[in-house]
């Protein structure tokens, strides 16, 4: 291939690019700091940011259909503070079964956002911010306003977020639970009649429902899906910092959509590759690791993100107008 060839692939590929952009990002990064590059800062950054990384997966199915779901930071802060006061309680002391509790509150969690939305056609936006602030109010309620500190979780749910024994030492577990879902998503959304039809909702919901796709059906367990990866990550996050908190998530759905966007997913709907998530994720992660090594504020964090936000979606509206241009005139219309 040519090098005319090379620069068209890298243009019309947003993984290669935004690949690219990261590599160029972490040399800027060393060259500001030279810790950066240490296998103890690239461990930390992949095991605190695991749950971001996470969250952004559920983001990414609800914007491929063409929605939204505000809700996920208050259903991870729900699942994880129930689940948590389960554990402080005594009901249970598997850490396996806070997880499984916390992610099936989750499921419950999304599947409520899921009927509203898919069934009583509520607009994605109205519905989303309305569960929002009922499971975060919820929490609050279920808590007395307290929280669950470390003294009272079991030692083996505390020390689960800083071990690696689900590799046999070679990842931490939080960065192997992200890994297996994201090669899940990949293995559904390239492979599986599920996966073409969250992409056909998103594409194009007249055709779809024309082709026999039943697109309530699709919205709901899209919802549904997002809440428990919600649900899963409030385990993960509460096992990450030994403790529940009642804001805890708060943010968080705006870091996943940040993520989703940087990674090539269309806030229209229909396009978008877990590859392109992760990575965006990755990015995402890298820029809030990177502030206070180069010496910017973290009070800058909230701006620069929303800086990436508006930056990509721009980015993102030129590359489709391209698209569709080029569509036109293959079709020499």
Do not use: H
């Amino acid at each position: 291939m040519n090098k005319k060839g090379i620069l068209k692939k890298i243009r019309n590929s947003r993984e290669i690019s935004l690949f690219i952009v990261l590599v160029i990002l972490c040399l800027f990064i060393q060259s500001r700091n030279n810790t950066f590059f240490t296998g103890k800062t690239i461990a930390d950054l992949f095991k605190n940011y695991a749950t971001t990384i996470t969250m952004a997966l559920g983001m990414m199915s609800v914007l491929l259909i063409g929605g939204i779901d505000i809700s996920v930071g208050a259903t991870l802060g729900f699942a994880g503070m129930a689940s948590s006061l389960f554990m402080r309680d005594g009901v249970y002391s598997s850490t396996f079964v806070m997880f499984l509790v916390s992610t099936v509150i989750g499921v419950l969690c999304g599947m409520i956002v899921g009927l509203i939305i898919a069934k009583a056609k509520v607009q994605p936006i109205i519905a989303t911010l309305g569960m929002s602030n009922i499971y975060r109010g919820a929490t609050y309620i279920i808590s007395d306003g307290a929280w669950v500190s470390a003294y009272q979780f079991q030692s083996g749910f505390k020390s689960f977020a800083q071990s690696n024994f689900l590799t046999g030492g070679l990842l931490n577990n939080l960065v192997f639970i992200a890994l297996v879902l994201y090669i899940i998503f990949f293995f559904v959304m390239k492979w599986t009649t599920f996966g073409r039809r969250i992409y056909a909702v998103g594409s194009n919901p007249e055709a779809a429902e024309v082709s026999g796709i039943n697109i309530s059906g699709v919205k709901f367990w899209v919802y549904t899906m997002a809440g428990a990866i919600a649900g899963l990550t409030g385990a993960m996050y509460t096992s990450l910092y030994a403790s529940a908190m009642n804001d805890m998530g708060t943010g968080m759905e705006m870091d996943a959509i940040a993520s989703c966007v940087l990674g090539g997913v269309s806030l229209s709907g229909g396009q978008g590759s877990v590859i392109g998530v992760f990575l965006g994720a990755v990015t995402m992660s890298v820029i809030c690791k990177a502030l206070p090594l180069i010496g910017i504020s973290q009070f800058w964090k909230q701006a620069i993100k929303g800086a990436i936000i508006l930056i990509a979606i721009i980015i993102n509206v030129l590359v489709q107008r391209g698209m569709n241009r080029n569509a036109l005139k293959a079709r020499e219309i």
